[in-house]
């Protein structure tokens, strides 16, 4: 019998300024544990994988258990395929447990995408991938680098996609239809999907003073990704984008300098690309931001929406259940529901995807 784990931590895109840039893996960690009966050649299961789950999400029927349409089984089926191996070892058992939120803005998906492309190396034995060869794979499932390369990666990271040919570009949904089902993709045709193109995405990690906190304001409420895309304009005026230039020019210097600076982090956490915009789905969002600095609030460094929400993050050095306190007062405050739940949690940076066996 084969066992081990695979460990992927949450995630928060979009720190300040950085929208579809800059990431940062948190402390909450989306673990398969997996065993593989090697003894056996056949199984009753589909694809020969047992899917079970606990965690966020658990029993409310969001959660699909069989192996074809799970998104995390469905990218090791990707990996698996692209090598010639169509379906997962005979026997194979991934039990999920889940802790990270789900649409609330903390990579749920990213550390999903992630984990199955460890997932399908691990379980089809292709121990040549590299991460950064694992990188193409997520990014050809999930097109936001921020998210899946914190979560691959780990720490405080830029990431940034490389413009693919027109011949890549026109192959992106072939490995889709081929191992996703609809409406994310087609009817397995039984042919090995192509290979990404190598080097799609690449990343590097900025230094983080481990004195700064990201304090996670949960509300139990979710706002869909493509919700928070619809409410961005298509346009930006030349000041909004020189703004938030300047400021992601020195945020990632801000952020690992000893000891932290609070009011130039203050500053360079500020944005103008999409919280602007999408505080319309998050009622408070804009009171938060603009009623909160170092000045009026003991330990607190900056706040942003933490992806396209509705978590919002806030960085501090102490005096985080006060800093926790007044942000959850303040969403209160601004809903149609006075005694909205909000979960909150005190993070740090996490390490990247780890396998233990």
């Not at 673990?31 to 966020?56: A, M």
């Not at 914190?150 to 072939?174: H, N, Q, S």
């Amino acid at each position: 019998m084969e066992s081990f784990v695979i460990r992927t931590p949450s995630s928060s895109a979009n720190i300040g300024p950085g929208f579809d840039v800059i990431g940062l893996a948190l402390s909450i960690y989306l673990e398969l544990h997996v065993t593989i009966d090697r003894s056996k050649t056949t199984s009753d299961h589909p694809l020969n994988c047992r899917v079970t789950y606990e965690g966020q999400g658990e029993g409310s029927g969001d959660i699909d258990l069989d192996p074809q349409n799970n998104l995390i089984t469905r990218v090791a089926l990707y990996v698996l395929r692209c090598h010639d191996q169509r379906a997962f070892p005979a026997e194979t058992h991934v039990h999920i447990k889940n802790p990270i939120p789900l649409g609330r803005g903390l990579g749920s998906s990213g550390a999903a995408v992630v984990a199955g492309a460890m997932l399908g190396k691990e379980v089809g034995g292709l121990t040549h991938l590299t991460d950064a060869r694992l990188f193409d794979y997520c990014l050809m499932i999930e097109r936001h680098p921020d998210n899946v390369g914190a979560a691959l990666f780990g720490g405080f990271v830029g990431t940034y996609l490389k413009p693919l040919k027109p011949e890549d570009v026109a192959r992106i949904e072939i490995p889709l239809s081929e191992v996703l089902p609809a409406p994310a993709g087609g009817v397995d045709t039984g042919e090995r999907p192509p290979e990404p193109p190598h080097g799609i995405g690449h990343h590097i990690k900025f230094p983080w003073n481990n004195d700064i906190k990201a304090v996670a304001i949960i509300p139990d409420f979710v706002v869909p990704t493509h919700r928070a895309r619809e409410v961005l304009p298509s346009a930006y005026t030349r000041p909004d984008v020189i703004f938030n230039l300047q400021r992601i020019a020195l945020l990632p210097v801000a952020l690992g300098q000893s000891p932290p600076d609070p009011e130039l982090i203050h500053l360079a956490m500020q944005d103008k690309v999409h919280q602007p915009y999408r505080q319309v789905l998050i009622p408070g969002l804009n009171e938060i931001v603009e009623s909160m600095s170092p000045n009026t609030d003991d330990g607190f460094l900056g706040v942003c929406l933490s992806g396209a929400g509705p978590t919002i993050l806030a960085l501090a050095t102490r005096n985080f259940e006060g800093i926790a306190g007044k942000i959850i007062g303040t969403l209160r405050q601004y809903n149609k529901n006075k005694d909205l739940r909000c979960d909150w949690k005190v993070l740090e940076p996490a390490e990247g995807t780890k396998v233990t066996r």
